[in-house]
C-alpha cells in the first residue's frame, strides 16, 4: 500500500511557471505580489492544538505542512513523507523526505512527528482529532522514519493527519520557547513563514524562499490576513478592492457581489453545521431534556435560516453537514408549537423556573445574532420565557467552551468537519471537555463507527448515531452554510473548500 510520489516532468514544470508568472501581471505590466484575504474573526494563537478557529486553520496551511494532502475524493498524497504502508491494523509507518527545514534553519526530523502527535493527543483543542492516536507508542525507526501509531482501528486516520491538526511542528523550538510564545510566533516548514501579528487586524505571511517542495509553484511573495469581524463589511472590502479575497460572505450579499464589477464569487457545500448548543455536563440548567425538546420545537428554523442566510445555508436537518457520509434527516418534523408547550408543562413540573430569564451567549457574528434575535422572540411568544444574549469575544467563548468550565450552559456554535469526516462532525458529542452530554451508550456507538472500515457498515452506525443525538437534544441544529468567496477578479487559483479551508499558496493574479 505504498505511496510514492510523482515527479514532474520538466517541460510541464516550465509550462506552469511561465503561465503563473504571466498570470501575476497585472493590466499594466506591474506585478502584485501580495494577496490581501478578509477572516471572520482573529485566532487565539497559531498553535495546530491550541485553536479550534477556522481563522486558524486556514492561515495553519500557509505556515505549515502536513505529512500528506488529502485530495479530496478518498485519496493522498505525498507531503512530508513521500511515502507510507500500513504495518498492521493500529500501526502505520512514514517515509520522510529527507533535509527539510523548519523556519528557524532547523532540520525536521521522525523526533518531530513523534513529537507532533503526542502533543496532539494531549491537547484539549485537539483531543477530538488525535484522541484515537497513541502518542506514547509512537516511535522514531531512524531519522526519516517514523511509526505513528492508534489505539484501535481507526477508519478517518489518514483524513485526520492530513488536517491542519496534523501539522507538523517544530520540537526543539517549542521547548526552547514554550507553547504559547509559539502560538504567537510560530514555526513551521511550510510555503509561508511568519512575518508579524498586529492584534485586532491582522497576521502577515511571507514567501519561504526556502521552501523544500520545489515543485509547488508560490505566485505571490506575502499573504496578508485581516480580521474583519462584521459581515456586511466583508462585502464592502471585497467591493472596494481593500481586499483581495473574502472567505465568509453571507448569501444576501453573494448577488449583489456577483453584479459587481470587478468582482466574482465562488460558492459551493461545506463541511460545517451551526447550531444551538447546551452544556449538561457541567451545568444543570438545561439538564431536563423536556426544556430543550420544549426550546426546539419552538422555532420555526426554516423561516429563520430563510430569512437570515438567504442562499448562504440550507436548514440543518441532522447534526453534521449533509456533504458526509452517512447523514440522514433526523429534524425536519421538529417545529411543532403545541408539542412544545407540553414539553415545557413537564420541564416546569420536574422543577425548571418559567420565570427566570436565561441567557444564550454568541461570537459576534452578525448572521447569528440575528437568529438570535428570532429564536428568542418565537420562545417568548409560543413558550412565554425570557432569553437574553451575551456578546463574547470567539477567542475567550471558545477557550470557554474547550476547557469545560460550566460557565456557558448554552451558546451558538459551529461545527466545521475540516477533516471531511462525519467523526468529526461529531467531535462535541465524543467525550471531550467541550463534549455536550455523558452519555456512555453514545459515545461507544460513535467510536464504533470511527472504528469501522466498511463503508455501509459505517453508513448504518452513523444513521443510528443521528438517531440517538434527535432523541437526547444536546443541541439544536439551525443551519448548513455553504463556502462564498468574494474575490476579485483578477484573481485565480483558489479552490472552494467545503471545510472552509482553501490552500491560499497557489493563489495568483491574472
Not at 453537514?321 to 414539553?343: I, M, N, R, T
Request: hydrophobic share 35%; aromatic share 12%.
Amino acid at each position: 500500500m505504498k505511496k510514492h510520489i510523482r515527479k514532474l516532468a520538466a517541460i510541464f514544470i516550465l509550462a506552469l511557471s511561465v503561465s503563473v508568472c504571466s498570470g501575476c501581471q497585472n493590466s499594466g505590466d506591474t506585478q502584485k505580489d501580495t494577496l490581501t484575504v478578509a477572516f471572520r474573526n482573529e485566532p487565539a494563537n497559531m498553535d495546530p492544538t491550541g485553536s479550534s478557529a477556522l481563522t486558524a486553520f486556514c492561515i495553519q496551511f500557509q505556515n505549515f505542512d502536513r505529512l500528506i494532502v488529502n485530495n479530496g475524493d478518498g485519496t493522498f498524497s505525498p507531503s512530508l513523507a513521500k511515502e507510507w504502508e500500513q504495518i498492521d491494523p493500529l500501526t502505520y509507518r512514514f517515509y520522510l523526505e529527507e533535509g527539510v527545514k523548519f523556519h528557524d534553519g532547523s532540520e525536521m526530523t521522525a523526533e518531530d512527528v513523534v513529537y507532533t502527535i503526542a502533543r496532539a493527543e494531549k491537547s484539549s483543542y485537539s483531543s477530538s482529532f488525535f484522541g484515537y492516536f497513541n502518542g506514547a507508542a509512537c516511535k522514531a525507526i531512524d531519522k526519516y522514519t517514523v511509526d505513528i501509531v492508534t489505539y484501535e482501528p481507526f477508519a478517518p486516520f489518514l483524513t485526520y493527519l492530513a488536517s491542519s491538526r496534523g501539522s507538523i511542528v517544530p520540537k526543539a523550538y517549542i521547548e526552547k520557547v514554550g507553547a504559547e510564545e509559539f502560538g504567537r510566533n510560530p514555526v513551521g516548514t511550510g510555503a509561508f513563514k511568519f512575518d508579524s501579528w498586529t492584534s485586532g487586524d491582522n497576521i502577515t505571511m511571507v514567501k519561504n524562499e526556502d521552501y523544500w517542495n520545489k515543485d509547488k509553484e508560490i505566485a505571490c511573495n506575502k499573504i496578508i490576513n485581516r480580521f474583519v469581524t462584521d459581515t456586511s463589511a466583508r462585502a464592502i472590502e471585497i467591493e472596494s478592492g481593500a481586499v483581495d479575497i473574502s472567505l465568509h460572505v453571507a448569501g444576501n450579499d453573494a448577488a449583489r457581489l456577483e453584479s459587481t464589477e470587478g468582482v466574482k464569487t465562488q460558492i459551493g457545500p461545506s463541511y460545517s453545521t451551526t447550531y444551538l448548543r447546551f452544556d449538561t455536563v457541567n451545568n444543570d440548567t438545561f439538564a431536563d431534556e423536556n426544556i430543550r425538546k420544549a426550546l426546539r420545537a419552538a422555532i420555526d428554523m426554516k423561516t429563520v435560516v430563510e430569512t437570515v442566510w438567504g442562499n448562504g445555508g440550507e436548514v440543518a436537518e441532522s447534526y453534521y453537514s449533509p456533504v458526509l457520509l452517512g447523514w440522514k434527516d433526523v429534524c425536519s418534523s421538529d417545529y411543532d408549537e403545541e408539542a412544545a408547550k407540553e414539553y415545557l408543562a413537564a420541564a416546569v413540573a420536574n422543577g425548571f423556573d418559567a420565570e427566570k430569564t436565561y441567557t444564550i451567549y454568541c461570537s459576534g457574528d452578525s448572521l447569528e445574532t440575528n437568529a438570535i434575535q428570532a429564536f428568542m422572540s418565537q420562545w417568548k411568544n409560543v413558550l412565554g420565557l425570557n432569553f437574553e444574549m451575551n456578546i463574547m469575544d470567539n477567542a475567550t467563548l471558545t477557550s470557554k467552551l474547550n476547557e469545560g468550565t460550566g460557565e456557558i450552559p448554552f451558546v451558538v456554535s459551529s461545527t466545521n468537519a475540516a477533516a471531511g469526516d462525519p467523526d468529526h462532525g461529531l467531535f462535541v458529542y465524543k467525550g471531550t471537555t467541550c463534549t455536550t452530554h455523558n452519555d456512555p451508550e453514545l459515545f461507544a456507538l460513535i467510536n464504533e463507527a470511527a472504528a469501522e472500515f466498511d463503508t455501509e457498515k459505517r453508513i448504518e452506525l452513523y444513521g443510528q448515531v443521528q438517531d440517538m443525538l434527535h432523541e437526547g437534544c444536546y443541541t439544536i441544529p439551525m443551519v448548513n452554510t455553504n463556502a462564498i468567496y468574494g474575490l476579485n477578479a483578477n484573481v485565480q487559483g483558489l479552490k472552494t473548500d467545503p471545510g472552509y479551508v482553501p490552500d491560499l499558496t497557489g493563489v495568483y493574479f491574472e
